[in-house]
Every structure is written in structure tokens, then in C-alpha cells.
């Protein structure tokens, strides 16, 4: 029985071309999968990764102590975009 969690409500409308559909045709019968089963997983997991390449970054040792000297210097006279930035509430506001 489906839970909550696993239960799919949503609907995804996609368009391809004959030569992509049967790509993914192919690729899903080879991972004995359904298509939307194949996009679905895909999908994900790009989608896990371009979020992930988004929320960190990796610094060697040199990089990171010039950053973390960066962060810990005080902001002197923000102005421009600095300036608008501290100003305006943030999402814990």
C-alpha cells in the first residue's frame, strides 16, 4: 500500500523528437526500467547535482584561510549592491 510519501499525484508533460524517445526507449529497457521511471531517476539526480553544485564549493587550504580572512574583515563603508543587501530584511528577519 502506497504511503503518503511515495504516493505520485503530480503529472510531468514531456515533448521529444522520435530519435530522443526512442533513446530513452532503449536506455529504459536496458535498466529494465519504464520510461517515465528512467526520466523520473535522471531527472533527480541532475537535479540533486545542480543544486548541490550550487550550495557548496571546496577551497584548498590557501584558498579557504584567504576566505575565511575575507569573511572575518570588517565592512568598512558598504556601498552599491552591499550596501541595498544589508539593508533590506532577510529571510530570518
Known amino acids: 500500500m502506497a504511503t503518503q510519501a511515495t504516493l505520485k499525484t503530480e ?3 514531456v515533448r521529444a523528437n522520435l530519435s530522443v524517445k526512442q533513446l530513452l526507449q532503449e536506455a529504459a529497457r536496458a535498466c529494465h526500467k519504464s520510461v517515465s521511471e528512467f526520466l523520473l531517476d535522471a531527472g ?3 537535479a540533486n ?3 548541490a553544485e ?3 564549493f571546496e577551497l584548498d587550504d590557501a584558498r579557504w584561510q584567504e576566505f575565511q580572512e575575507l ?3 570588517p565592512v568598512s563603508a ?3 549592491r552591499m550596501k541595498s543587501l544589508l539593508s533590506e530584511p532577510g529571510v530570518l528577519d
Open 11 to 13: 503529472r510531468i508533460d
Open 44 to 46: 533527480v539526480h541532475a
Open 71 to 73: 569573511l572575518d574583515r
Open 54 to 56: 550550487r550550495r557548496g
Open 78 to 80: 558598504p556601498h552599491g
Open 49 to 51: 547535482q545542480a543544486l
